[in-house]
């Protein structure tokens, strides 16, 4: 491609809209552009490496037996009222109507629709197992789209879903993704981890995240400091600290604590620290009020509450349901005698020392009370993991960084084929649910992770395998014609090579097409100065800081070398 003709809309200033590195250098190396919010427009750096991206995902799923179908992104009403979803998406869901008043969506996914495909055309166990997968677009009216590709309304997902008789064959299939994956990642440089991930109330160990690790990262992610456990926090367990409570005899004592409603304020107030406070947050868990009791310097997991009651809503209750459950101003609830479903007791706060708590009246805390003696509750584990708390698997201590989400594989079980009717029969002619998992790659969000991973002061640093075009022929005067002719027949000898070669045949300084280069993160480039016409020619990596000078024959041999060195054959010029 020459460069002349390329459609490459940089930007040399840095777009007010970006916040993140990957959105400014997606925007300013003229990838992409933003049609409105959460939506955007490939331009054409940007869509080969997507494709080149979409292929290398081809390349693995084919490897593992997967088998590539495409559906449309409009979905029928009826599928997903089948499966109970229609109202699970609420506002996230683009709904469609057509001339008819016929109700579709825009998929957010599409575990109903394969599972229609496979119910129509599978009857036996003879027919399974079956993996099927597309590289689509998906639609999702994000609450806070943002990061550009990262959080987006529409975006590309490679969905997969298998389909099997037997259990043991579930797990063949999600360990054969598993390794899929891995081999994605680390085919686009990513510094990545898969981690336990939660499985809503199916528990098991079903469902494992691919994180990018990342500061800009949604998501937290678990390690151990010793062993390989990894865990989003949503999942990962914390261990009963096994602490002896100080029975002796403390009176409880009703304190006056005057418009204190923070742990802070109270720990101030009290003398005391916020280890020794115990607050009461309350919820609505799907119809129930819930209130969860954990220490005053801990954090709560929404989503182990949930899954205590197998609900799939949860959110803290309004100001005017906290007054009805404990008869004061929110600030002031405490587990004695509080009005809700259930009342859960964190290990630490049943297992810990005294605990000052309010006391459900406004402007009063109770000092010195303690599980059992005082309240009561179902205890169990209910807060967040902390930096520093024992491994739930090796028990030294687990550190806490943050991730970017960038694949998730599940084990569905029966949930969708039983609710579809999605059945086979067995050896023994018994009809039984097909069992299920879906496996899920974000397109986009791996392509800006790359970028958040592999980039500079000056621009983006592709890996090879991604690149939008691997190598770079920069002619530095382009009114000198022997020059010019020499970087016409490296840039032809490299596509010849199979190499995808750009040419910079611009009538622009050096230092700008220098800059370009570097902002579109091409791997290799090939300067074609003053020292052409003695055969010598300048080399330079894009991860690399200095060029270095090479004969022009050389040129091709280190191309080669690179190429092999990342599992690609290539031929040189010397073979041609
Ligand atoms: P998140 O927690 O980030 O919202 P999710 O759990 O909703 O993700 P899945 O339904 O598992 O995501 O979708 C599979 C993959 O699609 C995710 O791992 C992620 O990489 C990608 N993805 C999900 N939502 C978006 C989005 N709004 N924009 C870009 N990629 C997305
Ligand atoms: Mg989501």
């Keep these: 491609m020459r460069l002349s003709n390329l459609f490459m809309p940089t930007l040399r200033e840095v777009p007010a809209e970006a916040e993140i590195l990957s959105h400014k250098l997606m925007l300013r190396a003229g990838l992409m552009r933003k049609q409105a919010s959460g939506v955007y427009n490939y331009l054409p750096l940007g869509l080969k490496a997507l494709n080149k991206l979409e292929n290398i995902i081809r390349e693995e799923m084919n490897k593992e037996g997967a088998q590539e179908i495409l559906c449309s992104a409009l979905i029928p009403s009826e599928l997903l009222k089948e499966s109970g979803r229609w109202g699970v998406f609420g506002p996230e869901m683009f709904k469609q109507y057509d001339r008819h008043n016929r109700e579709f969506c825009l998929g957010p996914t599409h575990e109903e629709v394969f599972t229609d495909i496979v119910r129509s055309a599978v009857k036996s166990y003879k027919n399974l197992p079956l993996n099927l997968y597309q590289i689509q677009t998906k639609y999702r009216d994000e609450r806070r789209p943002r990061f550009g590709v990262m959080r987006s309304r529409e975006f590309v997902m490679k969905d997969a879903y298998s389909f099997d008789s037997s259990w043991e064959g579930l797990d ?319 840039y032809n000898n490299l596509k010849s090579m199979g190499i995808d070669a750009l040419i910079d045949d611009r009538k622009e300084r050096a230092g700008v097409k220098f800059n370009d280069a570097d902002l579109i993160g091409i791997p290799f480039r090939i300067t074609v100065g003053k020292k052409a016409s003695e055969g010598i020619v300048e080399f330079k990596l894009r991860e690399e800081e200095e060029a270095r000078d090479i004969l022009i024959e050389d040129v091709y041999t280190e191309i080669v070398k690179a190429f092999k060195e990342k599992g690609k054959v290539l031929y040189s010029k010397t073979e041609l």
């Design 172 to 490: 063949t299939v999600f360990n054969k993704m598993h390794s899929a994956y891995c081999n994605v990642f680390s085919r686009c440089n990513l510094d990545y981890a898969p981690v336990e991930a939660d499985s809503g109330a199916m528990g098991g160990s079903g469902s494992v995240e691919f994180m990018v690790k990342s500061e800009i990262g949604e998501d937290e992610i678990v390690f151990c400091t010793k062993c390989s456990y990894g865990a989003n926090i949503e999942k990962a367990q914390t261990l009963p600290t096994n602490v002896i409570a100080d029975v002796s005899v403390r009176e409880v004592e009703k304190v006056y604590t005057p418009g204190i409603k923070t742990i802070e304020e109270l720990a101030k107030y009290l003398y005391k620290k916020p280890s020794e406070l115990a607050k009461t947050l309350l919820y609505k868990v799907d119809d129930k009020v819930v209130a969860v009791v954990i220490r005053g310097d801990r954090e709560l997991n929404e989503v182990k509450v949930a899954n205590h009651f197998v609900a799939t809503e949860i959110e803290m209750l309004d100001a005017e349901g906290v007054r009805e459950a404990t008869g004061a101003e929110p600030g002031f609830a405490g587990p004695m005698g509080i009005k809700a479903d259930a009342v859960l007791i964190d290990y630490e706060v049943a297992e810990g020392e005294v605990f000052s708590i309010g006391a459900n009246e406004t402007d009063y805390h109770i000092m010195n009370t303690m599980y059992k003696r005082d309240f009561d509750g179902i205890v169990g584990d209910f807060r967040k993991i902390a930096e520093g708390d024992k491994c739930p698997v090796c028990g030294e201590a687990v550190t806490i960084k943050r991730g970017i989400e960038v694949g998730h594989i599940f084990k569905l079980g029966t949930k969708y084929s039983e609710a579809l009717n999605a059945n086979f029969i067995d050896e023994n002619g018994k009809e039984n649910p097909i069992i299920m998992g879906c496996y899920g790659i974000g397109v986009n969000r791996t392509m800006a992770a790359v970028i958040e991973q592999h980039s500079d002061d000056k621009g983006i640093i592709w890996p090879l395998e991604l690149a939008p075009f691997e190598a770079i022929v920069v002619p530095v005067v382009m009114k000198d014609e022997a020059q010019v002719k020499i970087a016409e027949d490296i």
